[in-house]
């Protein structure tokens, strides 16, 4: 009997709390042969891409989440789901395998999810930031761009609020990501201060890889002026 990658994991929704499968890769499956300057993962085999699989899509009412997403709903919030996304759900179904076309629509019923749901401004730069990842893997240039810069100011935003604390993310890594987002956007000033802010900061930094990161782009930046 071949070994599959693939495994259907039961949850329920956090909104309708009703119970679904959805589809997982096993983690000893995933091989990583590298990462690109925005943290982007390479796998060795792109068929078993744990990305695609990151959003659960609740077949019953549509509301769609990541493990980033927090069980608390703000008051009103719920309403605005069952306007939103809801009463305009056909009862489509996630669970088989996807293809880079479902990974994208999941992760934008994600995005919608998160918005109306007024999930962390954190998450929301998660999630568009892996959007224009999978539109760089499918080629189109110009939603990639579209999502890094989406991605880009709620990084921003995120920063300015604060609202990264207590999660996995660190300052460091927040500002770094800022700073490559915006040169890849062609925000070249904005970039150029970010990462002076990450190579300031280094000192109390607890991200030495990040850090040295940082310094490599620094000398192409500067050997690209």
């Not at 719920?78 to 009463?87: G, L, Y």
């Not at 293809?99 to 568009?128: N, R």
């Not at 999978?134 to 300015?160: C, H, P």
Request: aromatic share 14%; hydrophobic share 35%; net charge positive.
């Amino acid at each position: 009997m071949e070994i599959t990658p693939f495994y259907d994991k039961k949850v329920a929704c956090l909104y309708c709390k009703q119970n679904f499968t959805t589809t997982k890769i096993l983690s000893r499956f995933v091989r990583v042969s590298s990462h690109e300057n925005d943290f982007k993962p390479i796998y060795t085999n792109p068929e078993v891409n744990p990305i695609f699989y990151n959003v659960a899509v609740c077949p019953h009412c549509g509301f769609s989440f990541t493990d980033d997403f927090s069980a608390y709903f703000a008051p009103g919030t719920e309403a605005d789901i069952a306007e939103r996304i809801t009463s305009q759900w056909n009862g489509r179904s996630f669970s088989a395998k996807r293809g880079i076309d479902e990974a994208i629509e999941t992760y934008k019923l994600a995005y919608l999810s998160a918005m109306f749901k007024k999930e962390k401004v954190l998450t929301l730069a998660g999630l568009t930031l892996r959007i224009a990842w999978l539109y760089r893997d499918k080629g189109a240039e110009v939603e990639e761009q579209r999502f890094l810069t989406i991605a880009r100011n709620f990084y921003n935003a995120s920063f300015s609020e604060g609202d990264f604390a207590g999660t996995q993310m660190s300052e460091t890594r927040v500002l770094y990501l800022i700073a490559e987002l915006s040169w890849q956007i062609n925000d070249k000033d904005e970039a150029i201060k970010s990462f002076s802010r990450v190579l300031e900061g280094q000192r109390k930094s607890t991200e030495p890889k990040i850090i040295k990161m940082a310094k490599e782009r620094w000398q192409e930046i500067r050997a690209t002026k």
